[in-house]
């Protein structure tokens, strides 16, 4: 693939009002005899965002024509399952963080959010 997308992270918490600064995230790909490829870690700054992560994607004109029969972004996880990416665009993950009553006997509590596939026509 000769393209490439951008993935940006904005972790918060309080229904996205204060940005989580610190905090650590993994962005991966699954292969195609499905392993885990990790593509980058990152830390949040004071805004809660981090550092955009190149993406290779599959080319821009392939999300343009309503007979491609092939998915025309990439599919990367961000604890957030099928994140979508791209070509030529930064895809922005909004994640907001909910805090438990049960801390900290639940502080490694997962939740998966699974995006579906675009409908791209």
Known sequence: MDSQGTVVVRLSTSSALIP???????????RPDGTQELLAVRVTNFDGLTAPVMVETPPMAESQSYQNTSIPYAVVDIRVKNAQV??????????SLIPTPD??????????????PQSLS
């Open 20 to 30: 989580l600064q610190g905090a650590t995230v993994t962005i991966t790909k699954t």
């Open 103 to 116: 801390l900290p006997s639940s502080f490694d509590r997962t939740e998966t959010f699974v995006v579906p």
């Open 86 to 95: 791209f070509s030529n665009t930064e895809t922005r993950q909004e994640l």
